[in-house]
Protein backbone atom coordinates (compact mmCIF):
# COMPACT_ATOMS: atom_id res chain seq x y z
CA UNK A 1 0.00 0.00 0.00
CA UNK A 2 2.83 2.42 0.92
CA UNK A 3 4.32 1.89 -2.68
CA UNK A 4 0.71 2.12 -4.16
CA UNK A 5 0.40 5.24 -2.34
CA UNK A 6 3.75 6.59 -3.58
CA UNK A 7 2.84 5.99 -7.09
CA UNK A 8 -0.11 7.62 -7.00
CA UNK A 9 1.12 10.98 -5.23
CA UNK A 10 3.94 11.08 -7.98
CA UNK A 11 2.94 9.40 -11.14
CA UNK A 12 -0.73 9.02 -12.36
CA UNK A 13 -3.74 10.22 -11.17
CA UNK A 14 -5.72 7.22 -12.25
CA UNK A 15 -3.28 4.23 -10.73
CA UNK A 16 -5.86 2.57 -8.57
CA UNK A 17 -8.17 2.37 -11.95
CA UNK A 18 -5.04 0.43 -13.51
CA UNK A 19 -4.33 -1.36 -10.22
CA UNK A 20 -7.93 -2.75 -9.95
CA UNK A 21 -8.07 -3.91 -13.39
CA UNK A 22 -4.68 -6.09 -13.52
CA UNK A 23 -5.23 -7.10 -9.37
CA UNK A 24 -9.05 -8.23 -9.39
CA UNK A 25 -8.26 -12.15 -9.02
CA UNK A 26 -5.90 -11.69 -5.66
CA UNK A 27 -6.49 -15.46 -4.80
CA UNK A 28 -4.29 -16.30 -8.62
CA UNK A 29 -2.09 -13.15 -7.92
CA UNK A 30 0.21 -11.76 -5.63
CA UNK A 31 0.15 -8.73 -4.61
CA UNK A 32 3.26 -7.19 -5.13
CA UNK A 33 2.96 -8.58 -9.36
CA UNK A 34 0.17 -5.43 -10.32
CA UNK A 35 2.20 -2.92 -8.75
CA UNK A 36 5.49 -4.15 -10.54
CA UNK A 37 3.02 -3.96 -13.83
CA UNK A 38 1.77 -0.59 -12.89
CA UNK A 39 5.18 0.50 -12.88
CA UNK A 40 6.22 -0.91 -16.39
CA UNK A 41 3.10 0.76 -17.68
CA UNK A 42 3.79 4.22 -16.16
CA UNK A 43 7.08 3.84 -17.58
CA UNK A 44 6.20 2.75 -20.98
CA UNK A 45 3.77 5.37 -21.98
CA UNK A 46 0.98 2.46 -21.43
CA UNK A 47 -1.18 5.05 -19.40
CA UNK A 48 -2.78 6.77 -22.68
CA UNK A 49 -6.06 8.34 -22.77
CA UNK A 50 -7.47 6.20 -24.85
CA UNK A 51 -7.16 3.23 -22.69
CA UNK A 52 -8.42 5.38 -19.43
CA UNK A 53 -11.83 6.37 -21.54
CA UNK A 54 -11.93 2.37 -22.45
CA UNK A 55 -11.34 2.08 -18.59
CA UNK A 56 -14.43 4.07 -17.82
CA UNK A 57 -17.00 2.90 -20.48
CA UNK A 58 -17.25 -0.39 -18.52
CA UNK A 59 -16.75 -1.56 -14.90
CA UNK A 60 -12.88 -2.34 -13.80
CA UNK A 61 -14.49 -6.25 -12.46
CA UNK A 62 -15.98 -6.92 -16.39
CA UNK A 63 -12.54 -5.88 -17.68
CA UNK A 64 -10.39 -7.06 -16.06
CA UNK A 65 -12.14 -10.88 -16.38
CA UNK A 66 -12.26 -9.84 -20.45
CA UNK A 67 -8.77 -9.11 -20.72
CA UNK A 68 -6.63 -10.51 -17.72
CA UNK A 69 -6.24 -14.35 -20.04
CA UNK A 70 -2.99 -15.52 -18.13
CA UNK A 71 -0.80 -15.65 -15.15
CA UNK A 72 2.49 -16.17 -15.21
CA UNK A 73 4.39 -16.90 -11.99
CA UNK A 74 7.22 -14.14 -12.60
CA UNK A 75 4.91 -11.18 -14.79
CA UNK A 76 1.26 -10.42 -15.27
CA UNK A 77 0.49 -10.82 -19.06
CA UNK A 78 -2.23 -9.59 -21.43
CA UNK A 79 -2.51 -10.66 -24.95
CA UNK A 80 -5.75 -8.57 -26.03
CA UNK A 81 -5.04 -5.48 -24.41
CA UNK A 82 -3.16 -2.92 -26.91
CA UNK A 83 -2.74 0.70 -27.02
CA UNK A 84 -1.94 3.90 -28.74
CA UNK A 85 1.82 5.44 -28.23
CA UNK A 86 3.26 8.88 -29.82
CA UNK A 87 4.49 6.70 -33.25
CA UNK A 88 1.00 5.53 -33.90
CA UNK A 89 2.47 1.91 -33.27
CA UNK A 90 0.57 -0.82 -31.84
CA UNK A 91 2.64 -2.58 -29.20
CA UNK A 92 1.42 -5.17 -26.76
CA UNK A 93 3.34 -5.66 -23.26
CA UNK A 94 5.89 -7.98 -24.79
CA UNK A 95 7.19 -6.00 -26.61
CA UNK A 96 7.51 -2.96 -24.08
CA UNK A 97 9.26 -5.56 -22.34
CA UNK A 98 11.26 -6.98 -25.39
CA UNK A 99 12.48 -3.35 -25.61
CA UNK A 100 13.16 -1.85 -22.10
CA UNK A 101 15.64 -5.27 -21.63
CA UNK A 102 17.11 -4.18 -25.16
CA UNK A 103 17.47 -1.09 -24.01
CA UNK A 104 19.29 -2.07 -20.11
CA UNK A 105 21.44 -4.17 -21.96
CA UNK A 106 22.75 -1.45 -24.58
CA UNK A 107 23.09 1.19 -21.59
CA UNK A 108 25.37 -1.48 -20.03
CA UNK A 109 27.36 -2.52 -22.85
CA UNK A 110 27.94 1.64 -22.76
CA UNK A 111 29.20 1.83 -19.30
CA UNK A 112 31.43 -1.01 -19.68
CA UNK A 113 32.78 0.36 -22.48
CA UNK A 114 33.73 3.78 -20.89
CA UNK A 115 35.31 2.15 -17.87
CA UNK A 116 39.11 1.55 -17.76
CA UNK A 117 40.50 -2.16 -18.29
CA UNK A 118 41.70 -2.02 -14.73
CA UNK A 119 38.87 -1.44 -13.23
CA UNK A 120 37.05 -4.12 -14.79
CA UNK A 121 36.72 -7.71 -12.64
CA UNK A 122 37.93 -10.94 -12.72
CA UNK A 123 36.42 -13.78 -14.58
CA UNK A 124 35.87 -15.84 -11.41
CA UNK A 125 36.70 -19.82 -13.32
CA UNK A 126 34.01 -21.87 -13.22
CA UNK A 127 36.30 -24.75 -11.67
CA UNK A 128 36.42 -22.55 -8.41
CA UNK A 129 33.07 -22.73 -7.15
CA UNK A 130 32.14 -20.46 -4.27
CA UNK A 131 32.59 -21.78 -0.66
CA UNK A 132 29.40 -22.11 1.29
CA UNK A 133 29.05 -21.42 4.76
CA UNK A 134 28.50 -24.08 7.02
CA UNK A 135 28.95 -24.72 10.81
CA UNK A 136 31.71 -26.11 11.93
CA UNK A 137 33.76 -27.06 15.53
CA UNK A 138 37.19 -26.46 15.67
CA UNK A 139 39.27 -27.97 18.36
CA UNK A 140 42.36 -25.89 19.45
CA UNK A 141 44.93 -26.41 21.88
CA UNK A 142 47.20 -23.46 23.64
CA UNK A 143 49.32 -22.38 26.15
CA UNK A 144 47.78 -19.79 28.68
CA UNK A 145 51.03 -18.11 29.47
CA UNK A 146 51.39 -14.82 29.10
CA UNK A 147 47.67 -14.55 27.87
CA UNK A 148 44.39 -12.37 29.31
CA UNK A 149 42.38 -15.14 29.05
CA UNK A 150 40.17 -16.88 26.46
CA UNK A 151 37.90 -14.34 25.50
CA UNK A 152 38.88 -11.47 23.32
CA UNK A 153 38.59 -7.96 24.85
CA UNK A 154 37.27 -5.39 22.27
CA UNK A 155 37.99 -2.42 24.02
CA UNK A 156 41.15 -3.12 25.11
CA UNK A 157 43.53 -4.25 22.04
CA UNK A 158 46.25 -3.86 24.18
CA UNK A 159 45.56 -7.03 25.92
CA UNK A 160 47.06 -10.50 24.43
CA UNK A 161 43.83 -13.14 24.11
CA UNK A 162 43.71 -16.23 22.83
CA UNK A 163 40.47 -15.16 20.23
CA UNK A 164 42.54 -11.91 19.51
CA UNK A 165 45.34 -14.14 17.82
CA UNK A 166 42.26 -16.61 16.52
CA UNK A 167 40.77 -13.37 14.92
CA UNK A 168 43.60 -12.52 13.02
CA UNK A 169 45.15 -16.20 11.95
CA UNK A 170 41.22 -16.08 10.33
CA UNK A 171 41.80 -13.24 8.38
CA UNK A 172 45.36 -13.40 7.41
CA UNK A 173 44.46 -17.15 5.91
CA UNK A 174 41.23 -15.76 4.16
CA UNK A 175 38.88 -17.70 5.72
CA UNK A 176 37.01 -14.85 7.11
CA UNK A 177 36.84 -11.00 6.09
CA UNK A 178 38.09 -7.95 8.00
CA UNK A 179 34.45 -7.27 8.87
CA UNK A 180 34.13 -10.60 10.55
CA UNK A 181 36.76 -10.82 12.50
CA UNK A 182 36.04 -6.98 14.17
CA UNK A 183 32.54 -8.72 14.73
CA UNK A 184 32.46 -12.29 15.45
CA UNK A 185 28.49 -12.09 15.79
CA UNK A 186 28.28 -12.34 12.14
CA UNK A 187 30.44 -15.72 12.51
CA UNK A 188 27.96 -16.83 15.66
CA UNK A 189 31.19 -17.45 17.43
CA UNK A 190 31.02 -19.21 20.57
CA UNK A 191 33.37 -20.47 22.74
CA UNK A 192 33.01 -23.98 25.25
CA UNK A 193 34.85 -22.42 27.76
CA UNK A 194 35.89 -19.03 28.59
CA UNK A 195 39.21 -19.50 30.33
CA UNK A 196 40.77 -17.18 32.74
CA UNK A 197 44.13 -15.25 32.50
CA UNK A 198 47.22 -17.83 32.31
CA UNK A 199 45.32 -21.13 31.94
CA UNK A 200 45.97 -23.21 29.38
CA UNK A 201 43.69 -25.68 27.31
CA UNK A 202 44.38 -29.04 26.25
CA UNK A 203 41.26 -29.96 24.12
CA UNK A 204 39.15 -26.24 23.92
CA UNK A 205 36.54 -25.87 21.15
CA UNK A 206 34.77 -23.32 19.46
CA UNK A 207 32.19 -23.17 17.09
CA UNK A 208 31.29 -20.59 13.91
CA UNK A 209 30.04 -20.68 10.70
CA UNK A 210 32.46 -20.20 7.67
CA UNK A 211 33.68 -21.62 4.53
CA UNK A 212 35.53 -24.63 4.74
CA UNK A 213 38.68 -24.52 2.06
CA UNK A 214 40.76 -27.52 1.70
CA UNK A 215 43.37 -27.93 4.17
CA UNK A 216 41.97 -25.42 6.35
CA UNK A 217 43.93 -26.20 9.69
CA UNK A 218 47.14 -25.89 7.87
CA UNK A 219 46.55 -22.38 6.60
CA UNK A 220 45.22 -21.10 10.15
CA UNK A 221 47.92 -22.67 11.54
CA UNK A 222 50.45 -21.07 9.42
CA UNK A 223 49.56 -17.61 11.11
CA UNK A 224 49.93 -18.85 14.84
CA UNK A 225 52.42 -18.79 16.98
CA UNK A 226 53.59 -22.42 17.47
CA UNK A 227 51.50 -22.71 20.99
CA UNK A 228 48.47 -21.82 19.43
CA UNK A 229 47.44 -25.23 17.49
CA UNK A 230 44.01 -25.66 15.32
CA UNK A 231 43.82 -29.31 15.73
CA UNK A 232 40.75 -30.35 13.93
CA UNK A 233 37.95 -28.62 11.90
CA UNK A 234 34.54 -30.89 12.05
CA UNK A 235 31.68 -30.12 10.54
CA UNK A 236 28.52 -30.02 12.97
CA UNK A 237 24.61 -29.27 12.84
CA UNK A 238 23.05 -25.86 11.62
CA UNK A 239 22.36 -25.68 15.46
CA UNK A 240 25.02 -26.55 17.10
CA UNK A 241 26.36 -24.71 20.00
CA UNK A 242 30.00 -25.58 21.44
CA UNK A 243 29.21 -23.64 24.70
CA UNK A 244 25.17 -25.18 25.61
CA UNK A 245 25.41 -28.65 23.33
CA UNK A 246 28.77 -29.53 26.28
CA UNK A 247 27.42 -32.10 28.59
CA UNK A 248 30.17 -31.54 30.97
CA UNK A 249 33.51 -30.20 30.81
CA UNK A 250 37.10 -31.99 32.62
CA UNK A 251 40.23 -29.57 33.72
CA UNK A 252 43.08 -30.72 35.66
CA UNK A 253 45.47 -28.92 38.05
CA UNK A 254 49.39 -29.47 37.98
CA UNK A 255 50.94 -28.44 41.26
CA UNK A 256 53.84 -29.63 43.62
CA UNK A 257 53.64 -31.92 46.12
CA UNK A 258 55.42 -29.61 48.61
CA UNK A 259 51.83 -28.16 48.68
CA UNK A 260 50.65 -31.55 51.24
CA UNK A 261 53.55 -31.30 53.50
CA UNK A 262 52.47 -30.80 57.57
CA UNK A 263 52.17 -27.17 58.55
CA UNK A 264 54.88 -28.00 60.97
CA UNK A 265 57.30 -29.55 58.79
CA UNK A 266 59.32 -27.50 56.70
CA UNK A 267 57.91 -27.21 52.91
CA UNK A 268 61.26 -27.75 50.63
CA UNK A 269 61.64 -29.18 46.92
CA UNK A 270 62.77 -32.43 48.56
CA UNK A 271 59.32 -33.50 49.94
CA UNK A 272 57.94 -36.24 48.68
CA UNK A 273 54.12 -37.46 48.93
CA UNK A 274 53.95 -40.68 50.44
CA UNK A 275 50.69 -43.17 50.17
CA UNK A 276 48.83 -42.16 53.09
CA UNK A 277 48.66 -38.42 51.81
CA UNK A 278 47.74 -39.39 48.55
CA UNK A 279 44.66 -41.47 50.11
CA UNK A 280 43.56 -38.38 52.42
CA UNK A 281 43.54 -36.30 49.66
CA UNK A 282 41.50 -38.45 47.83
CA UNK A 283 39.53 -38.77 50.21
CA UNK A 284 38.62 -34.95 50.96
CA UNK A 285 38.13 -34.61 47.07
CA UNK A 286 34.93 -36.86 47.20
CA UNK A 287 33.33 -34.55 49.65
CA UNK A 288 32.89 -31.98 46.27
CA UNK A 289 31.14 -34.78 44.17
CA UNK A 290 27.60 -34.46 43.67
CA UNK A 291 25.27 -31.27 43.64
CA UNK A 292 25.61 -28.60 46.07
CA UNK A 293 25.91 -24.48 46.28
CA UNK A 294 29.02 -23.69 46.06
CA UNK A 295 28.33 -20.04 46.62
CA UNK A 296 31.32 -19.55 48.77
CA UNK A 297 33.68 -21.20 46.06
CA UNK A 298 33.51 -17.92 43.66
CA UNK A 299 32.76 -13.99 44.49
CA UNK A 300 29.71 -12.20 43.79
CA UNK A 301 27.37 -15.17 44.13
CA UNK A 302 24.40 -15.04 46.59
CA UNK A 303 23.47 -18.49 48.57
CA UNK A 304 19.98 -18.16 46.88
CA UNK A 305 21.27 -17.56 43.49
CA UNK A 306 20.30 -20.97 41.80
CA UNK A 307 23.72 -20.48 39.26
CA UNK A 308 25.27 -21.56 42.66
CA UNK A 309 24.31 -24.83 42.70
CA UNK A 310 26.97 -27.31 40.38
CA UNK A 311 27.30 -30.55 39.64
CA UNK A 312 30.64 -31.98 40.41
CA UNK A 313 31.20 -36.04 38.69
CA UNK A 314 34.34 -37.07 39.37
CA UNK A 315 37.51 -35.57 41.49
CA UNK A 316 40.98 -37.11 42.41
CA UNK A 317 44.27 -36.71 42.42
CA UNK A 318 46.64 -39.14 40.36
CA UNK A 319 49.89 -40.44 41.10
CA UNK A 320 52.92 -38.07 41.90
CA UNK A 321 56.01 -38.18 39.36
CA UNK A 322 59.20 -36.17 39.52
CA UNK A 323 60.82 -33.24 36.81
CA UNK A 324 63.47 -31.12 37.24
CA UNK A 325 64.31 -33.07 40.92
CA UNK A 326 60.44 -31.83 41.80
CA UNK A 327 57.57 -34.14 42.67
CA UNK A 328 54.66 -32.84 40.99
CA UNK A 329 51.14 -34.52 40.86
CA UNK A 330 48.17 -34.04 38.65
CA UNK A 331 44.60 -33.29 40.12
CA UNK A 332 41.93 -34.13 37.74
CA UNK A 333 37.81 -32.46 38.20
CA UNK A 334 35.04 -33.05 36.04
CA UNK A 335 31.96 -31.49 36.20
CA UNK A 336 28.89 -29.96 34.37
CA UNK A 337 29.94 -26.73 34.52
CA UNK A 338 32.39 -24.22 36.67
CA UNK A 339 31.68 -21.02 38.33
CA UNK A 340 34.73 -17.96 38.19
CA UNK A 341 37.59 -19.22 40.52
CA UNK A 342 35.85 -22.36 41.98
CA UNK A 343 38.51 -25.02 40.81
CA UNK A 344 41.48 -22.90 42.33
CA UNK A 345 39.36 -22.51 45.69
CA UNK A 346 38.49 -26.15 46.21
CA UNK A 347 42.08 -26.95 45.55
CA UNK A 348 42.87 -24.57 47.81
CA UNK A 349 40.58 -25.33 50.64
CA UNK A 350 41.75 -29.16 50.22
CA UNK A 351 45.04 -27.95 50.88
CA UNK A 352 44.36 -25.99 53.80
CA UNK A 353 42.65 -29.43 55.10
CA UNK A 354 45.74 -31.76 54.25
CA UNK A 355 48.23 -29.27 55.61
CA UNK A 356 46.41 -29.27 59.04
CA UNK A 357 46.23 -25.95 59.15
CA UNK A 358 41.36 -26.41 59.15
CA UNK A 359 39.77 -29.67 60.05
CA UNK A 360 37.21 -32.06 57.99
CA UNK A 361 34.38 -30.05 59.91
CA UNK A 362 35.35 -26.67 57.54
CA UNK A 363 33.12 -28.56 54.98
CA UNK A 364 29.96 -29.18 57.33
CA UNK A 365 29.30 -25.48 56.75
CA UNK A 366 31.50 -24.73 53.68
CA UNK A 367 28.61 -25.48 51.57
CA UNK A 368 25.21 -23.77 53.78
CA UNK A 369 24.51 -19.93 53.40
CA UNK A 370 27.12 -18.68 55.82
CA UNK A 371 29.91 -16.83 54.09
CA UNK A 372 33.66 -18.42 54.33
CA UNK A 373 37.13 -17.23 53.85
CA UNK A 374 38.67 -19.87 51.77
CA UNK A 375 41.96 -19.14 50.08
CA UNK A 376 42.22 -19.22 45.97
CA UNK A 377 45.31 -21.14 44.26
CA UNK A 378 47.42 -19.93 42.05
CA UNK A 379 46.00 -20.35 38.65
CA UNK A 380 49.46 -21.80 36.94
CA UNK A 381 49.07 -24.92 36.93
CA UNK A 382 44.82 -24.89 35.73
CA UNK A 383 44.18 -26.33 32.71
CA UNK A 384 41.28 -27.15 30.72
CA UNK A 385 41.82 -30.98 29.50
CA UNK A 386 38.53 -31.85 27.59
CA UNK A 387 34.90 -31.04 26.58
CA UNK A 388 32.24 -33.67 26.50
CA UNK A 389 29.96 -33.80 24.00
CA UNK A 390 27.71 -37.18 25.22
CA UNK A 391 24.31 -36.01 24.08
CA UNK A 392 25.05 -34.68 20.90
CA UNK A 393 27.30 -37.97 19.67
CA UNK A 394 24.46 -39.62 20.75
CA UNK A 395 22.15 -37.76 18.37
CA UNK A 396 24.14 -37.22 15.25
CA UNK A 397 27.46 -38.88 15.95
CA UNK A 398 25.92 -41.98 14.08
CA UNK A 399 23.34 -40.18 11.85
CA UNK A 400 26.07 -40.75 8.58
CA UNK A 401 26.21 -36.96 7.93
CA UNK A 402 28.02 -35.97 10.93
CA UNK A 403 30.60 -37.01 12.65
CA UNK A 404 31.02 -37.87 17.04
CA UNK A 405 33.11 -34.91 18.86
CA UNK A 406 35.59 -36.84 20.56
CA UNK A 407 38.60 -36.78 18.17
CA UNK A 408 40.28 -39.88 19.74
CA UNK A 409 42.36 -39.79 16.94
CA UNK A 410 44.10 -36.84 18.14
CA UNK A 411 45.13 -37.82 21.43
CA UNK A 412 48.90 -38.72 20.43
CA UNK A 413 48.96 -35.09 19.01
CA UNK A 414 47.20 -33.41 22.13
CA UNK A 415 49.64 -35.27 24.69
CA UNK A 416 52.53 -34.48 22.76
CA UNK A 417 51.77 -30.71 22.38
CA UNK A 418 50.72 -30.75 26.66
CA UNK A 419 54.55 -32.07 27.44
CA UNK A 420 56.19 -29.67 24.85
CA UNK A 421 54.81 -26.03 25.86
CA UNK A 422 52.11 -26.20 28.63
CA UNK A 423 53.49 -29.35 31.22
CA UNK A 424 57.30 -27.39 30.22
CA UNK A 425 55.73 -24.03 30.54
CA UNK A 426 54.02 -24.71 34.11
CA UNK A 427 57.21 -26.44 35.73
CA UNK A 428 59.82 -24.04 34.58
CA UNK A 429 57.81 -21.13 35.66
CA UNK A 430 57.09 -22.92 39.08
CA UNK A 431 60.80 -24.03 39.52
CA UNK A 432 61.97 -20.51 38.99
CA UNK A 433 59.05 -18.26 40.60
CA UNK A 434 57.83 -20.69 43.41
CA UNK A 435 54.84 -19.57 42.81
CA UNK A 436 53.00 -22.00 44.84
CA UNK A 437 55.29 -22.04 47.58
CA UNK A 438 54.91 -18.35 48.07
CA UNK A 439 51.31 -18.90 47.95
CA UNK A 440 51.56 -21.63 51.08
CA UNK A 441 52.82 -18.80 53.19
CA UNK A 442 49.84 -16.64 52.89
CA UNK A 443 47.03 -19.08 53.81
CA UNK A 444 47.44 -17.90 57.61
CA UNK A 445 45.56 -14.54 56.97
CA UNK A 446 42.44 -17.26 55.96
CA UNK A 447 40.00 -17.12 58.40
CA UNK A 448 38.28 -21.05 58.96
CA UNK A 449 35.65 -22.72 60.38
CA UNK A 450 38.08 -24.31 62.73
CA UNK A 451 41.75 -23.61 62.81
CA UNK A 452 44.11 -25.73 64.62
CA UNK A 453 46.21 -22.95 66.95
CA UNK A 454 48.15 -25.37 68.33
CA UNK A 455 49.84 -26.51 65.03
CA UNK A 456 51.05 -23.14 63.94
CA UNK A 457 53.06 -21.06 66.26
CA UNK A 458 52.54 -17.97 64.43
CA UNK A 459 48.84 -18.43 65.70
CA UNK A 460 49.43 -19.37 68.93
CA UNK A 461 52.58 -16.82 69.86
CA UNK A 462 52.27 -13.56 67.78
CA UNK A 463 48.89 -12.86 66.24
CA UNK A 464 46.42 -13.27 69.53
CA UNK A 465 49.02 -11.56 71.36
CA UNK A 466 49.57 -8.51 68.95
CA UNK A 467 45.76 -7.94 68.57
CA UNK A 468 45.33 -8.09 72.46
CA UNK A 469 47.92 -5.91 73.41
CA UNK A 470 46.94 -3.55 69.84
CA UNK A 471 43.31 -3.40 71.53
CA UNK A 472 44.32 -2.35 74.87
CA UNK A 473 46.23 0.48 74.24
CA UNK A 474 43.91 1.80 71.92
CA UNK A 475 41.16 1.90 74.46
CA UNK A 476 44.02 3.22 77.18
CA UNK A 477 44.75 5.89 74.42
CA UNK A 478 41.39 7.13 73.61
CA UNK A 479 40.28 7.05 77.47
CA UNK A 480 43.65 8.94 77.96
CA UNK A 481 42.79 11.85 75.10
CA UNK A 482 39.05 11.84 76.57
CA UNK A 483 37.84 11.08 72.74
CA UNK A 484 34.77 10.10 74.48
CA UNK A 485 31.87 12.73 74.92
CA UNK A 486 31.75 14.62 77.75
CA UNK A 487 34.11 14.14 80.87
CA UNK A 488 35.50 10.42 80.97
CA UNK A 489 37.36 8.34 83.18
CA UNK A 490 41.38 8.83 82.86
CA UNK A 491 43.68 5.65 82.89
CA UNK A 492 45.37 6.34 86.83
CA UNK A 493 41.84 7.27 88.37
CA UNK A 494 40.35 10.31 88.84
CA UNK A 495 38.13 12.40 87.16
CA UNK A 496 39.42 15.33 84.81
CA UNK A 497 37.48 17.83 82.71
CA UNK A 498 37.54 17.62 78.83
CA UNK A 499 39.77 20.30 78.59
CA UNK A 500 42.41 19.07 80.32
CA UNK A 501 41.59 15.03 78.55
CA UNK A 502 42.02 16.86 75.22
CA UNK A 503 45.47 19.00 75.85
CA UNK A 504 47.30 17.71 72.67
CA UNK A 505 50.55 18.62 74.36
CA UNK A 506 50.71 15.64 77.14
CA UNK A 507 52.58 13.12 76.13
CA UNK A 508 51.68 9.47 77.77
CA UNK A 509 53.03 6.17 76.92
CA UNK A 510 51.68 2.58 77.10
CA UNK A 511 53.40 1.64 80.61
CA UNK A 512 51.47 5.26 81.79
CA UNK A 513 48.33 4.13 80.11
CA UNK A 514 48.30 0.61 81.51
CA UNK A 515 51.01 -0.17 83.88
CA UNK A 516 50.37 -3.63 83.43
CA UNK A 517 51.81 -4.10 80.13
CA UNK A 518 55.33 -4.85 79.88
CA UNK A 519 57.93 -4.80 77.34
CA UNK A 520 57.28 -8.30 76.39
CA UNK A 521 53.69 -8.13 76.38
CA UNK A 522 53.30 -4.59 74.52
CA UNK A 523 55.39 -4.97 71.34
CA UNK A 524 55.42 -1.45 70.44
CA UNK A 525 57.25 1.36 72.73
CA UNK A 526 56.87 4.52 71.30
CA UNK A 527 59.45 7.24 72.70
CA UNK A 528 58.50 9.45 75.61
CA UNK A 529 58.57 12.15 73.75
CA UNK A 530 56.31 11.84 70.97
CA UNK A 531 52.83 13.29 71.66
CA UNK A 532 49.39 11.79 72.46
CA UNK A 533 48.61 12.34 68.76
CA UNK A 534 51.78 10.24 67.37
CA UNK A 535 50.99 7.42 69.87
CA UNK A 536 47.56 6.73 69.06
CA UNK A 537 48.88 6.73 65.54
CA UNK A 538 51.47 4.32 66.24
CA UNK A 539 49.12 2.34 68.17
CA UNK A 540 46.37 2.11 65.29
Not at 299 to 309: L, W, Y
Not at 483 to 507: F, I, M, N, R
Request: proline fraction near 4%; include cysteine; aromatic fraction near 8%.
Amino acid sequence: LHAVNNFVMLRCRHAFRILNCVSIDLKRVRFQKPIILINQVANTSFCSSNLIQKMEESSPAEKTLDEMKTVNNDIITTTDVVVDNPGNNKRSIEDVQSSENEHKKLKQENTNDTKPATDQPEKVSADTPRLRRKKVAILMCYSGQGYYGMQINRGEPHFKTIEGELARALKESGVITEEESNDFKKLRFQRASRTDKGVSAARQVVSMKVGTPDDMEAKINAHLPPHIRIVAVTRATQGFDCKNWASSRTYSYLLPTLAFCPSDQVSTATFRMTDDILENVNKILTIYKGTKNFHNFTSGVAFSDKSAMRYMMEFQCGKPFLKEGMEFAVIEVQGQSFMLHQIRKMIGLMIAVVRGMATESVYDKVFLEEKMDIPKAPGLGLLLERIHYLYYNRRYGNDGIHESLEWNNKNEFIENFKEEFIYSTIINTELREQSMLEWLQTIIVHKFDTIRRHENPYLTAYKPIAQQNAQKQRDKAKAAAGLCEGPVEAAAGGDVSQTEATDTHKTITPTEADPQLTEATAPLQPPESQTLAAVTDVVT
